[in-house]
């Protein structure tokens, strides 16, 4: 195996980690049955690009140009792990893979929620960004795009709806002060 199939196969272990070291304490609250669909439309998706780009790779449909942009491709997919990893860290036991909104939830303003408010998708769509340009260079990338991107969009609608309704004035002036996704970009 090469340096970079190494670095890949360590970053996809480090990014499944995430599974285990943030167990989601919080998915036993209730969530609204749309809300959980969108999870499992994000998964579908994920799955689905993956597979996908595993094909257009093993079928070698795509060649891969240069080792510089397979160097870009890790770093993107090791930053949306990083970007992952501290948004949960920051938000601690407000974490859950399921969304789950009360009154009394604090809006959390520092870390990367001081630039982004979602910086969990952003760091997704990083990761798969970069998973699917390692793979299927710009093939991979134009199905994350048509698959992933529209899931986490559409998330990303559901939440900000519970949010507001919610948490109201609240979370209306937070948001203002935040890009959905990149910042400088949307």
Do not use: D
Not at 155 to 162: F, G, P, S, V, Y
């Amino acid at each position: 195996m090469t340096t970079e199939e190494w670095i890949f196969l360590l970053l996809n272990v480090i990014w499944l980690m995430e599974f285990i070291l943030f167990k989601n304490p919080g998915t036993k609250k209730t969530s609204p049955g749309q809300e959980r669909k969108s999870f499992y439309y994000i998964l579908f998706s994920i799955l689905l690009t993956i597979v996908l780009c595993i094909g257009i790779q093993e079928w070698r449909i795509v060649h891969f140009p240069s080792l510089f942009l397979q160097w870009i491709s890790l770093f993107l997919y090791g930053t949306g792990i990083f970007l992952r990893y501290w948004s949960m860290l920051v938000l601690k036991q407000e974490f859950t893979r399921h969304v789950h909104v009360s009154p009394s939830k604090m809006l959390v303003s520092h870390g990367p929620y001081h630039l982004v408010r979602h910086p969990l998708y952003s760091g997704l769509l990083l990761c798969m960004i970069g998973i699917s340009f390692y793979l299927a260079f710009w093939i991979g990338v134009a199905a994350t795009i048509l698959l992933v991107l529209p899931s986490i969009l559409y998330r990303i609608k559901l939440e900000e709806k519970m949010l507001e309704n919610v948490l109201g004035s609240q979370y209306i002036h937070w948001k203002t002060k935040r890009w959905i996704l990149l910042p400088w970009i949307y």
